[in-house]
């Protein structure tokens, strides 16, 4: 298996068992409905389960065994969750970064799990997906990760002032690189989306993201420890890193997909 490949489904499976941790965590603490995203509203059996799944989920993806089928279910649960309970917030604040932010985080984690189900060996299960399945849902994955790109880019420019207080105080031109990065992103997005230097695009993407994850996460985790949106935001930044590298070998595994 390409040491790319590796490095990214372990950097994915690490951040599902956290999130898988978290619900854990947060419903011994907690009386009412447990926050999102990503954790799951409702009560806290459901946490529980939903915290279970991640963790099997991240099982069967470091072990290779039910891999295809755990990541195909992982990105339709992603994919409900953005539809029934994402998008009535977007309905209801349409000007709220908030939901963009959380609902768009958890589409490109979708698009990461079906391009890495559309690439895991098959287990040869009666019903399992079909190759032809897992290519739409490889190139469903691509696009909606993309998109995603492209709004976290609109929200770097529409707040390019915010983002840069959270740039670490010892880089310089903090504002700088808030407009760079949203650059970057629909540099990225285009590439994926047209093909062309996708690989590239994705292997850089996935550099940044974990450079994110060393710089910038890892002190404000250290920090405030007991925060969970910071350690979510950590966890976001490590699958998204993982996805990117997933993508990146995609291209060169199953460049007709």
């Known amino acids: 298996m390409d040491g790319l490949l590796k490095?990214?489904?372990?950097?994915?499976?690490?951040?599902?068992?956290?999130?898988?941790?978290e619900h854990f965590i947060y419903v011994g603490g907690l009386k009412g409905p447990i926050p999102g995203p990503p954790w799951i509203p409702g009560p806290h059996p459901v946490a529980v389960l939903a915290g279970a799944a991640l963790i099997a989920v991240a099982v069967c993806i470091v072990t290779e065994k039910l891999a295809?089928?755990?990541?195909?279910?992982?990105?339709?649960?992603?994919?409900?969750?953005?539809?029934?309970l994402q998008l009535p917030r977007f309905i209801a604040q349409p000007?709220?970064?908030?939901?963009?932010?959380?609902?768009?985080?958890?589409?490109?984690?979708?698009?990461?799990?079906?391009?890495?189900?559309?690439?895991?060996?098959?287990?040869?299960?009666?019903?399992e997906p079909t190759n032809?399945?897992?290519?739409?849902?490889?190139?469903?994955g691509r696009v909606a990760f993309a998109i995603a790109l492209v709004v976290f880019a609109v929200q770097h420019f529409l707040y390019a002032k915010f983002v840069a207080?959270?740039?670490?105080?010892w880089i310089p031109a903090r504002l700088f690189w808030s407009y760079f990065v949203g650059v970057a992103f629909v540099a990225a997005a285009l590439a994926i989306v047209t093909r062309q230097?996708?690989?590239?695009?994705?292997?850089?993407?996935g550099m940044m993201f974990f450079i994110w994850v060393v710089i910038l996460h890892v002190p404000r985790v250290a920090a405030n420890p007991r925060n969970g949106d910071e350690v979510t935001s950590l966890l976001v930044a490590l699958a998204m890193s993982g996805a990117s590298f997933i993508l990146a070998e995609s291209f060169a595994s199953d460049p007709v997909a």
């Open 95 to 127: 000007h709220s970064p908030d939901p963009w932010t959380s609902g768009f985080e958890l589409l490109a984690l979708m698009g990461g799990a079906f391009v890495l189900a559309r690439i895991e060996t098959p287990d040869g299960l009666r019903f």
């Open 68 to 84: 295809r089928l755990a990541t195909v279910l992982l990105g339709v649960a992603l994919f409900l969750y953005v539809l029934f």
């Open 197 to 205: 230097m996708a690989r590239t695009a994705s292997v850089l993407l």
């Open 7 to 21: 490095v990214g489904r372990l950097f994915f499976a690490a951040a599902l068992v956290f999130f898988g941790v």
């Open 132 to 140: 032809k399945a897992l290519s739409h849902l490889a190139t469903f």
């Open 165 to 169: 207080t959270i740039v670490p105080a």
